[in-house]
């Protein structure tokens, strides 16, 4: 059974930082990409960032870029996203999604196969 489960979403004050986590289970790692995305109350859901697990390539969207980092942990199959500086437009469910064999830099939702529940981030002003 596929599972992706993110962990670390909470309440932070603007300026501050979060880690949320992303682990999988039930399919073959290295053969996917992961993406991070978000939704916010009334809005469309966003791509936040990506990276291909076989090489590691990672992708950010510009309204994060230079201020959230994405990693993975190929032992634990687990991808991070670390979001520092955090401001209240960041608020929104954060899901994690694995696409099967995409290419760098894919960050287009109906491309992936699998999705988490989402873990809530709020950042307060």
């Known amino acids: 059974e596929v599972q992706l489960v993110e962990s670390g979403g909470g309440l932070v004050q603007a300026g501050g930082s979060l880690k949320l986590s992303c682990a999988a289970s039930?399919?073959?790692?290295?053969?996917?990409?992961i993406g991070w995305f978000r939704q916010a109350p009334g809005k469309e859901r966003e791509g936040v960032s990506c990276i291909t697990i076989r090489d590691s390539s990672t992708y950010y969207a510009d309204s994060v870029k230079g201020r959230f980092t994405i990693s993975s942990d190929n032992a634990k199959n687990t991808v991070y996203l670390q979001m520092n500086s955090l401001k209240p437009e960041d608020t929104a469910v954060y899901y994690c999604?694995?696409?099967?064999?995409?290419?760098?830099?894919?960050?287009?939702?109906?491309?992936?196969?699998?999705w988490g529940q989402g873990t809530q981030v709020t950042v307060s002003s």
């Open positions: 999604a694995a696409g099967y064999r995409l290419r760098a830099g894919v960050l287009v939702s109906r491309r992936y196969d699998y």
């Open positions: 039930g399919f073959t790692f290295d053969d996917y990409a």
